[in-house]
């Protein structure tokens, strides 16, 4: 009877335990908030806010803030919006937001908020041009200047309902993630108005405009309303993609033939004995010295003498620029790798490398299409000790590898290049949050469609401030800078078209171009000298956006628990 009694129990146990698990489904869900309302967000002043998220359908969502309450019920899709009053700038702020639990959000400011997208640009963070902005880095203590990184996501199907990314303040540590561009147009915008700035930035490198508009947006482009229906079927975009796949993997098999790595002897090794190498130049092109019509490898060479003073140290070595990519060995050991063409090789040299006396440099050399080298006009030397060798000159050279150029390979699908992808996944979970004004840094990867630009820019502008619902919000914009080799022979420039397409959109109702033609480098697409891009950003915003210096208000009190 006993046994009975015990197994009796269990049943009833296991059963009451199964019950609970299928009625968890249907207990109230806690409620969710996107990403971008949390902790240190800046929210816009003078203007109704909404503050949304989800939960059960059904339930009813509590906002108290500054001692006012709010109140919204969720609809059928589980989402709530509740809209706040406009506010004067101030803070910070504490924020109660309840349902089935409990969220607190604290230190809010109340200021002027900036979307800031485009491509690499605007994508440059201050840590990448360190060497020239070392002392705004260190004096970087703005707490109330802060930015939202939004993390780079795609989607090809429709627009996202969230995105990943937080606020941070400027201080020495964080700001080093700050876009250069905006960084310094919130600085010149602070200092003159004292008001809190948000900078929502958005942006990723090497991406066309319309990747950054709506479907909706792109309704003037069959094509690529064409193009953004086949990208929604799944199954078409993964099997592209597998076949381009299997074709990268063929051309990775051929690069394993380079000669410098299949040898007995790598040719980075400092047992190995180089034969037939010949002279060539650093920094230049190997086009321009006579090697003709090279997609492929080739290794570099050089002998240098190292002082006692300069080993057992932190060393550098900077090598400008590399087309396209490379690998760098000093005595047999790599030191540093980049996989394409546009950052500046700055590598690190532990100590104990270097060697009293000769030591060998090998850099190997890869080269997809169109010229390989070295970029003109960069620097070019080894650091150690406050001491400075010269790696400018003559240097050795063999070519390991030739690349064929026959056959055609599948052309996959990048989702960050396509129609609406970058919309749908980083710009339409932000069209809730209210904004002052859009700043926009791109163009580089339209220039081969100048008069298309002529349509899509203002198609992008339109598109923006229809999906916020602000009107005529200031959207500004950052004119292309000289790049290039100087032509003097009277021929057309895509570049120069496309800064006239910039100059066209200027027709559009508050808009505003900063002008940057002189602020380029002719051997870089990514000049270095960008604070006066966001000091001439932000004068533009003085004529276009309605800026007032801050009345300041005193602190909410925070909520009670």
């Not at 019950?19 to 967000?41: F, H, Y």
């Not at 969220?103 to 997208?117: H, T």
């Not at 079927?233 to 380079?258: F, G, H, I, M």
């Not at 290794?299 to 003498?305: D, L």
Request: hydrophobic fraction near 40%; charge should be neutral; include cysteine.
């Amino acid at each position: 009877m006993k046994i009975n009694r015990i197994m009796a129990k269990a049943i009833f146990i296991t059963a009451f335990s199964l019950l609970m698990i299928s009625l968890s489904g249907t207990l109230p869900a806690q409620v969710k908030l996107p990403a971008l309302v949390g902790d240190n967000m800046v929210v816009q002043r003078d203007t109704e806010l909404k503050i949304w998220g989800w939960a059960v359908p059904g339930e009813q969502v509590n906002i108290r803030f500054r001692d006012n309450s709010y109140q919204a019920t969720t609809g059928s899709d589980g989402k709530w919006i509740i809209w706040l009053p406009p506010l004067e700038a101030g803070g910070p702020y504490t924020m109660e937001i309840a349902a089935s639990n409990r969220i607190v959000i604290n230190d809010i400011l109340v200021g002027d908020v900036w979307i800031c997208a485009g491509q690499s640009n605007m994508v440059h963070y201050l840590e990448l041009h360190q060497e020239r902005y070392t002392e705004e880095i260190a004096r970087a203590n703005y707490p109330e200047i802060r930015q939202f990184l939004i993390s780079t996501s795609t989607n090809l199907e429709g627009p996202s309902d969230d995105l990943t990314g937080n606020w941070k303040s400027a201080n020495p540590k964080d700001v080093k993630r700050f876009s250069v561009v905006a960084y310094f147009f919130a600085l010149n915008i602070y200092e003159k108005y004292h008001i809190p700035i948000g900078l929502i930035n958005a942006s990723v490198g090497g991406t066309p405009i319309e990747a950054w508009t709506s479907e909706e947006g792109l309704k003037e482009f069959p094509e690529m309303l064409n193009t953004i229906q086949k990208n929604k079927d799944t199954a078409y975009v993964n099997s592209t993609n597998r076949a381009a796949l299997a074709d990268q993997r063929k051309r990775a098999r051929k690069k394993e033939e380079d000669k410098g790595l299949t040898g007995p002897i790598p040719w980075y090794d400092t047992s190995y004995t180089p034969g037939n190498w010949h002279n060539i130049n650093i920094p230049g092109y190997w086009e321009d010295q006579g090697i003709r019509n090279l997609d492929g490898v080739v290794w570099y060479r050089k002998e240098i003498e190292i002082p006692q003073s300069m080993t057992n140290v932190d060393a550098k070595i900077e090598l400008g620029r590399i087309v396209d990519a490379d690998n760098v060995y000093i005595n047999g050991i790599q030191v540093g790798s980049t996989t394409y063409q546009y950052p500046r090789r700055r590598y690190a040299v532990p100590p104990g490398v270097l060697k009293p006396g000769k030591n060998i440099l090998v850099i190997r050399v890869l080269n997809q299409f169109g010229k390989g080298g070295f970029v003109p006009d960069k620097p070019y030397y080894l650091s150690a000790a406050g001491q400075t060798i010269d790696l400018k000159g003559d240097w050795q050279y063999k070519v390991g590898e030739v690349f064929s150029r026959e056959g055609n390979f599948t052309r996959g699908i990048s989702a960050q290049n396509q129609p609406t992808a970058l919309f749908n996944g980083m710009i339409a979970p932000v069209t809730n949050y209210a904004i002052k004004g859009m700043l926009w840094y791109q163009g580089e990867s339209n220039a081969g469609r100048p008069e298309e630009y002529k349509r899509l820019l203002p198609a992008l502008i339109k598109d923006w401030r229809h999906q916020w619902a602000q009107g005529d919000v200031p959207f500004l914009f950052v004119q292309l800078p000289n790049y290039m080799d100087v032509n003097y022979s009277p021929e057309e420039s895509n570049w120069a078209l496309l800064r006239e397409a910039q100059l066209k959109a200027l027709d559009v109702p508050n808009t505003g171009m900063a002008v940057a033609i002189d602020l380029g480098e002719w051997n870089d697409i990514h000049p270095g000298n960008k604070k006066p891009v966001g000091d001439r950003l932000a004068l533009v915003a003085r004529s276009h956006a309605r800026l007032l210096r801050a009345r300041r208000l005193p602190a909410a009190i925070p909520c009670s628990k």
